[in-house]
């Protein structure tokens, strides 16, 4: 019998990752209900689910083969399509975690990720590239013109990580935004990092960033 939904997200909940990535081995299907549980109305499920991919990935890559991996990445390349019919609301932030965890194999999914300009998904590349940003600043540069624009998006949680990304590259030009926005008090922002999920207001990301930038 394949890997239940149940059983995925208990796992999840636990971060039991090494678990999860036996669960495949022994049963197999977990893909199928990782993608679903990022669809999850319980945000920590959500943003674990998201977090599970990039081990997950690899683990899938060294056992199953890199083919294997990539067939991940198109299938959730292809849920960003319109033609496929599926809103893969998490799909860029699974793509941004298939890459950091395998950045040999998948630079250009980070290109790709951070370079969606679809209105329905900018939330998501945003915080994607923040996600790249903090080990592969080189790519996430490529966009900086266009985070510098999203500083003054009208959606809190899109200036709030495009000012993390900022910090991360260490972009010089948005300071003056940065100390504009260290007051700005909108949120909650949902902010998952290091396994824990915060809430934060814009102003506390951009006064983070513009303490990166001064490190």
């Not at 990535?21 to 669809?39: H, P, Q």
């Not at 799909?91 to 290109?111: H, K, S, W, Y």
């Not at 600043?137 to 900086?144: H, K, L």
């Not at 006064?207 to 001064?214: D, K, T």
Request: aromatic fraction near 8%; charged fraction near 30%; hydrophobic fraction near 45%.
């Amino acid at each position: 019998m394949k890997a239940t939904k149940s059983e995925v997200k208990r796992l999840l909940l636990d971060r039991r990752f090494d678990d999860l990535c036996r669960l495949e081995t022994e049963r197999g299907g977990v893909f199928r209900w990782l993608r679903s549980l990022a669809c999850d109305r319980e945000e920590l499920v959500f943003w674990r689910a998201v977090e599970a991919m990039g081990p997950f990935s690899r683990f899938v890559a060294a056992q199953q083969g890199i083919d294997a991996m990539r067939g991940m990445v198109r299938r959730l390349n292809w849920a960003l399509s319109d033609e496929s019919g599926d809103m893969a609301w998490a799909g860029p932030e699974m793509l941004a975690e298939i890459f950091m965890a395998n950045p040999q194999t998948c630079r250009d999914v980070a290109f790709i990720v951070v370079n969606l300009d679809e209105l329905i998904f900018r939330r998501n590349a945003v915080w994607a590239a923040g996600r790249i940003a903090g080990e592969h600043p080189d790519i996430v540069r490529e966009v900086a013109d266009e985070l510098l624009a999203e500083l003054e998006n009208a959606d809190p949680e899109i200036r709030a990580y495009a000012a993390w990304a900022l910090g991360l590259i260490k972009d010089g030009r948005a300071a003056g935004k940065l100390k504009e926005l260290a007051d700005d008090a909108a949120g909650p922002v949902k902010f998952y990092r290091n396994g824990e999920l915060e809430r934060v207001t814009v102003g506390d990301l951009a006064r983070e960033s513009l303490g990166q930038m001064s490190a």
